[in-house]
């Protein structure tokens, strides 16, 4: 009884979400899956890739063959992470913030968010792109 509760421990500390704590960031990810108003999405090709280090954060990706970016810096208070976007290839996005609540899960290799943008909600899933190399705790809703 006692190997079975730990295993279920186990399991549910790896397999459920958590919040996030200072240095959950750190590192390299990729967008693993995503949906707009619950209607999910092709991960674009090539893969969205954003980077965390010392309250700074970057994200490049492709729309319609072309490479673009954002910049900027992020703060962790409580449970929720705020990004202010400095840099960006399209200007317009310059000084435009983003409020979220990440999910990690368990191991910290994967968390998930979602973005009320008044007009649709969308649902983003990243991954550290060490996931290739070690095995991460992965819940996903589709296969990818």
Partial sequence: MKILLLVLFIFSSLSYGHGAKQGDFAGTWRLVEFAVDDQYQDVPNPTPIKMYMNGEFVIIFYLENKMHFNMGKYILEGNEVTETILSSSTESLIGEEITFK???????????????????????????????????AEIRTRNN
Avoid: A, Y
């Avoid at 983003?124 to 991460?136: A, L, N, P, Q, S």
């Fill in 102 to 136: 990440p999910n990690f899960m368990g191991d910290k290799n994967s968390f998930n968010l979602k973005i009320d943008q008044g007009d649709n909600v969308s649902f983003e899933r990243w991954e550290k792109t060490h996931c290739d190399v070690i095995e991460c």
